[in-house]
């Protein structure tokens, strides 16, 4: 019996970190050549060592090498690749880049330009899904800039309030607003934030729910009309409205609400004509939801759903990009047992989660049954100033939830990452999986189910 053709022949992995070596080796496993672009400071990566060719595109700074499009392109041209594929964060959600892939004959693994500009507009993405039918928070449908604008937004929605970047993501460039004297303060905040990061100061206001859960839902849709579900994950466990622990199924839920949520999803998905893997973030309060925002990438998380549902993402990626259909429909979608995913980021938690680059002296991640580690960090290397701090992904599936707190306590327990000059979280993950409140699936985006060190800790 022979397998079928790979949908390309050679493929160029834009990204860096953990995410190009998880591509590559999916790649390696489809047949598909691969082609690694790298900065300077990553000229050492485990991304570079393990692709059949890299290409160095410029000095350590993301500016001028991972979101420097005309050296990617070049770097495509000149190795002859048939796609480019993203990954996650830099070009990733640029639709911009994804149109200049294709004037280049190359294919982009990702959404449409069209659609990504759409859903990357974070106020234009909360109409859509409100005429797709999706419950959206209070709020504006359109950026506001005038004082007479927010202020009259405030009245309307009450507080506690959000004020979110427009081209925002990854939790940057939000602003929560609890009385009307922070309000003129924390907008400039905000702008300014959006402005530094985005290169677009426009905010919108959302309704802010306490005591809410971050939910979201992990759709495929191929070109040929179908959107399906692969499930939902949790991930309110967060500092700075950035993500630490994930998992899947969300604990908790209402019965009923996780299907809701994946109707809801699919409707959004198909609404837009939403093509690739894509993922819709809820926020979920009691019986209630309301839509945040549809992140037109891989996520970080994904390994969770993989768990799971037994499905490579990444591989489903290239395929929906060929042109392919689905390999599945939904009814071919079994979720069994539980999953959780921990990072493990080059940061102090003491220090105000403060970025610790340095050398890796010592890296023996965890191992043992059910247990995966997506990383690039290994002894020996130098984590570079540049970029974000996360150096490894701890997945682990059990049948049930408390064997996967068991087996995810041992592993981190297990993990040995030491340096000069770098922390980790790793502790202060271990204190998340202790906690009462986190154990019982009650845990809430304002929950802070950890203990913060006193003291710097590896």
């Not at 998880?22 to 570079?48: F, H, K, L, N, P």
């Not at 913060?452 to 800790?457: A, F, G, I, N, R």
Request: hydrophobic share 40%; aromatic share 6%; with cysteine.
């Amino acid at each position: 019996m022979t397998s079928a053709a790979p949908p390309f022949g050679k493929v160029l992995v834009a990204n860096r970190g953990e995410i190009a070596l998880r591509v590559v080796r999916t790649c390696q496993e489809m047949g598909i050549r691969t082609v690694v672009v790298y900065s300077t400071a990553d000229s050492e990566s485990a991304a570079v060592r393990a692709a059949d060719e890299a290409v160095r595109i410029g000095p350590g700074p993301a500016r001028r090498s991972y979101l420097y499009p005309p050296a990617i392109i070049e770097a495509a041209r000149r190795t002859g690749v048939q796609a480019v594929h993203p990954g996650y964060g830099f070009l990733s959600e640029d639709p911009d880049f994804a149109e200049i892939c294709a004037r280049n004959g190359l294919v982009f693994v990702g959404a449409r330009p069209e659609v990504m500009a759409q859903l990357g507009d974070k106020a234009l993405a909360r109409r859509l899904m409100a005429d797709a039918g999706l419950p959206v928070l209070p709020g504006t449908l359109q950026p506001v800039s005038t004082p007479a604008e927010v202020f009259a937004t405030a009245r309307r929605i009450g507080y506690p309030l959000i004020i979110k970047a427009v081209a925002g993501g990854g939790g940057r460039g939000m602003s929560v607003v609890r009385r009307q004297d922070e309000l003129m303060s924390e907008l400039r905040s905000a702008q300014a934030a959006a402005r530094a990061v985005f290169s677009d100061e426009r905010v919108y206001l959302e309704q802010f729910w306490d005591n809410a859960k971050h939910i979201e839902v992990q759709v495929l849709a191929d070109e040929h009309a179908t959107v399906v579900s692969l499930g939902e994950r949790d991930c309110s466990v967060q500092r700075r409205h950035q993500k630490l622990v994930e998992e899947t199924p969300a604990p908790g839920l209402p019965h009923g609400l996780a299907a809701r949520l994946a109707d809801a999803a699919i409707a959004g998905a198909a609404a837009v004509g939403y093509t690739g893997a894509g993922t819709v973030e809820f926020v979920v309060r009691g019986e209630e939801f309301a839509f945040i925002e549809m992140n037109s990438r891989i996520q970080v998380e994904h390994p969770v759903t993989e768990a799971v549902t037994g499905v490579d993402l990444v591989r489903e990626q290239f395929k929906v990009a060929a042109g392919l259909p689905l390999s599945f429909t939904q009814d071919d979608i079994r979720s069994q047992g539980v999953a959780l995913e921990c990072r493990i980021n080059a940061e102090d938690p003491a220090r105000d989660f403060a970025p610790c680059p340095g050398e890796v002296t010592e890296f023996v991640p965890p191992g043992g049954p059910f247990v995966r580690v997506d990383t690039h960090a290994y002894a020996g290397w130098r984590v570079p100033p540049d970029y974000d701090s996360l150096l490894a992904k701890v997945i682990v599936w059990a049948p049930d939830r408390e064997q996967a707190l068991a087996r995810m306590t041992r592993a981190l327990a297990e993990f040995r990452i030491s340096g000069r000059g770098v922390r980790t979280t790793r502790a202060l993950l271990q204190s998340v999986l202790a906690d009462p409140v986190f154990r019982a699936g009650t845990h809430t985006t304002q929950s802070r189910p950890w203990d913060l060190p006193k003291e710097s800790t590896c």
